[in-house]
């Protein structure tokens, strides 16, 4: 038996390298804590220790195991890892990331441990020097960092989550009233957005970030939809304006009704327009809606219970309706939990972005912003489902709830190259699909389609082997085949696909 003091180092699951930290922890391992500690370092997407155990990423689940073990816990300054520390009677050991080495977008971490700081609820380290001094602590006083009884609990942890959450606005939020500027108004103000951060007993308040394109109508559809919910909690409506002017009319301001709007603060596209909507969001739960989607009314009230029965959870879906054409297909999974597996072996369509109802904290400091660096931002909802999936199972709510539209003026619909290239990304980024033939087979059968729907036949021809290695199977390399050598084209094929409610 390991009675060896467990150093337990978590960076979360954040596409930012945090090098930083991870190289700090392990050059003091590897010179004073070697054979006299463990040391498990999670590192996410930073470079793996070379002397320390290193985990990629670990589920919720484990994650707390180690916790509950660790005699010292060094992490990120992410409000959901430092309460759950504390609420595991742990003081954890924090080394907020700086923006100004690309280790997170903002400063909010920073502010944010500097105030709890102030309070004594962690042990800040600005320098390696401030890192070391705390660990060698933990050589000589193994319970160095243990609270005393009476000093963790649920309180506390929730005290530092919700001032988290106000960091979060105070750093992000950039709204403006009607008042500041013509043509433009924001809806809500700084009283109103800290009464956000508040919830009805029992029903949490819910922001739904709308990102929106020059589509008024389909627009003001949606909106209607989510704002005729049936849940009896808040629902504000946050319409993010990507790369196009802000309508002031859509604001609204009813008692648990409300419209904001917002330019995109990030980079332009619906990936940098989400995460401007999440940002200054102040709700416990974030929602996303499509702007030309509808939810149905039991939408928010089904998936907060579901939510409500997992806790572990991050991230919640339900059941689609296609819309194309005339035709309406109903597409809704038969299992109430969706693992990390089960999205590598297949996209699973019924988990539509417009049905995402998420906890922020888990978002912001588990499972990371939506990513930007997606190319064409294309397929940044299944990157963004995995990652979610690799933190927590996703619950899924059986029954459809939401409506989605597809339709030509899609703009991905004729993008074959920039599809070809975000897939092939994609790839890269998970290399657990290289242990998965059936889902690398399925991306890079997409792939062949893509580049043969492209023209290039010389390259859809090369992943046309690729997917026959993998999974010989697998009908898209046949399929890109078939275009390559032009005996059938591919928006015929992807009509046909749509009109039953499938894609490629």
């Known amino acids: 038996m390991n009675d060896r003091p467990l150093v337990l180092v978590t960076v979360g699951t954040d596409y930012h390298r945090f090098d930083r930290l991870i190289e700090w922890v392990d050059r003091w391992f590897d010179e004073l804590g070697r054979g006299r500690v463990r040391c498990v370092v999670q590192h996410g997407a930073s470079r793996a220790p070379e002397h320390a155990e290193a985990r990629d990423f670990l589920d919720h689940v484990e994650l707390l195991d180690l916790m509950g073990r660790a005699s010292a816990v060094v992490t990120h300054a992410g409000a959901s890892t430092i309460g759950e520390a504390r609420r595991l009677g742990r003081l954890p050991?924090?080394?907020?990331?700086?923006?100004?080495?690309?280790?997170?977008?903002?400063?909010?971490?920073?502010?944010?441990?500097?105030?709890?700081?102030?309070?004594?609820?962690?042990?800040?380290?600005?320098?390696?020097?401030?890192?070391?001094?705390?660990?060698?602590?933990?050589?000589?006083?193994?319970?160095?960092?243990?609270?005393?009884?009476?000093?963790?609990?649920?309180?506390?942890?929730?005290?530092?989550?919700?001032?988290?959450?106000?960091?979060?606005?105070?750093?992000?939020?950039?709204?403006?009233?009607?008042?500041?500027?013509?043509?433009?108004?924001?809806?809500?103000?700084?009283?109103?957005?800290?009464?956000?951060?508040?919830?009805?007993?029992?029903?949490?308040?819910?922001?739904?970030?709308?990102?929106?394109?020059?589509?008024?109508?389909?627009?003001?559809?949606?909106?209607?939809?989510?704002?005729?919910?049936?849940?009896?909690?808040?629902?504000?409506?946050?319409?993010?304006?990507?790369?196009?002017?802000?309508?002031?009319?859509?604001?609204?301001?009813?008692?648990?009704?409300?419209?904001?709007?917002?330019?995109?603060?990030r980079v332009p596209g619906l990936a940098g327009a989400r995460n401007s909507g999440i940002l200054a969001a102040t709700s416990e739960l974030v929602a996303f809606c499509d702007d030309d989607d509808r939810w149905l009314p039991g939408k928010l009230t089904a998936q907060v219970a579901a939510l409500r029965d997992a806790p572990g959870a991050g991230l919640a879906c339900c059941g689609i309706r296609v819309l194309y054409d005339d035709t309406k297909v109903d597409r809704a999974l038969d299992r109430g939990e969706v693992t990390f597996t089960d999205l590598l072996r297949s996209r699973l369509t019924e988990l539509h972005p417009s049905t995402f109802l998420l906890r922020r904290d888990a978002l912001i400091d588990r499972i990371g912003l939506v990513s930007e660096e997606v190319p064409g931002s294309h397929g940044e909802d299944y990157e963004f489902l995995l990652r979610a999936a690799r933190d927590a199972p996703i619950v899924n709510v059986q029954d459809v709830h939401v409506e989605v539209l597809w339709h030509k003026r899609s703009y991905f619909a004729q993008r074959w190259r920039v599809i070809a290239e975000a897939l092939a990304w994609l790839l890269e980024r998970f290399p657990e699909f290289r242990l998965m033939p059936a889902g690398y087979g399925r991306i890079a059968g997409q792939i062949a389609f893509a580049e043969a729907a492209s023209g290039r036949r010389r390259a859809a021809l090369r992943w046309v082997r690729r997917t026959v290695r993998a999974n010989w199977r697998e009908p898209r390399a046949y399929l890109a085949v078939a275009i390559a050598c032009r005996l059938v084209g591919a928006d015929r094929i992807v009509r046909f696909l749509h009109r039953r409610g499938r894609g490629v």
Not at 119 to 144: M, S
Not at 200 to 208: L, Q, R
């Open 93 to 265: 050991v924090i080394v907020p990331r700086d923006p100004a080495l690309d280790e997170i977008v903002d400063g909010h971490q920073i502010d944010f441990l500097r105030r709890i700081e102030e309070k004594g609820l962690v042990a800040a380290c600005a320098t390696e020097k401030d890192l070391r001094t705390q660990l060698d602590r933990l050589l000589d006083e193994p319970d160095a960092f243990l609270l005393a009884e009476g000093d963790s609990g649920a309180v506390q942890a929730a005290a530092v989550q919700r001032t988290g959450s106000l960091i979060d606005t105070l750093m992000n939020v950039r709204a403006k009233t009607a008042d500041e500027t013509s043509g433009e108004a924001s809806g809500e103000t700084e009283h109103a957005k800290v009464e956000d951060a508040g919830e009805a007993e029992g029903f949490p308040s819910v922001t739904a970030v709308v990102a929106t394109r020059d589509r008024p109508e389909l627009l003001r559809v949606a909106l209607d939809s989510i704002l005729a919910q049936d849940y009896p909690g808040d629902v504000h409506v946050l319409v993010v304006h990507d790369q196009s002017e802000i309508d002031g009319t859509l604001v609204l301001d009813k008692p648990g009704r409300r419209v904001s709007v917002m330019a995109n603060t």
